[in-house]
């Protein structure tokens, strides 16, 4: 638990200009990401432990404060970043890799119920846009990139990008001109 938790602070140190231990300190009281994580890591614990209860608790407990649900049972490596961490849901059997990058909305879920141990497995570096949905038993390879609101069900290489469908911009429809009343003289 604990290297992971000091490798965590290491990559939270990667993007804060205060100096130690003031970041730590405002990130485990203001920042729900870096509050998650550590409470995680805490349910993580108990879980491998044995000692029933307190990891589901926990788990529930980081629920309720932040918003960000995070199984006990999960595998994440170190370095784990949660940027604006609302609505993050990480199932039970997912496995992440060490320094990876979540925006909110996550989903890292099985596919159905007759197969809930079937989830996500992601490598190292990979970083998982707002939105981003990864069902069932996929692989994601190291310093893949999951864009925004995008929905994989299939593996995706070391490297490569899933990437959304864009919204398609359409002009707006042009009307005839409305005639000017036919009280109004027309300027002239």
């Known amino acids: ?28 009281l203001f920042e729900n990401g870096f509050q998650a994580v550590v409470l995680y890591r805490l349910a993580h614990w108990f879980k491998r432990k044995g000692i029933p209860l307190f990891g589901p608790l926990l788990s529930r407990l980081a629920l309720w404060l932040t918003g960000v649900e995070i199984a006990a049972g999960a ?14 849901v990480v199932g039970q059997w997912a496995q992440i890799g060490k320094g990876c990058l979540m925006h909110h909305q996550v989903t890292l879920g099985a596919k159905d119920r007759g197969r809930i141990e079937e989830m996500p497995r992601l490598g190292d570096d990979v970083m998982l846009g707002a939105g981003a949905k990864i069902i069932g038993g996929v692989s994601i390879g190291d310093r893949a990139i999951i864009g925004p609101n995008t929905v994989v069900v299939r593996d995706v290489p070391a490297g490569g990008k899933a990437l959304p469908i864009l919204a398609e911009i359409r002009p707006p429809k042009t009307s005839p001109p409305t005639p000017p009343p036919a009280d109004e003289a027309p300027v002239a």
């Open 1 to 28: 638990m604990f290297p992971n938790l000091s490798q965590d602070i290491e990559r939270l140190k990667e993007i804060k200009t205060k100096p130690f231990p003031w970041f730590v300190l405002e990130s485990l």
């Open 75 to 88: 595998r994440i490596g170190p370095g784990l970043l949660i940027s604006h961490g609302q609505g993050i």
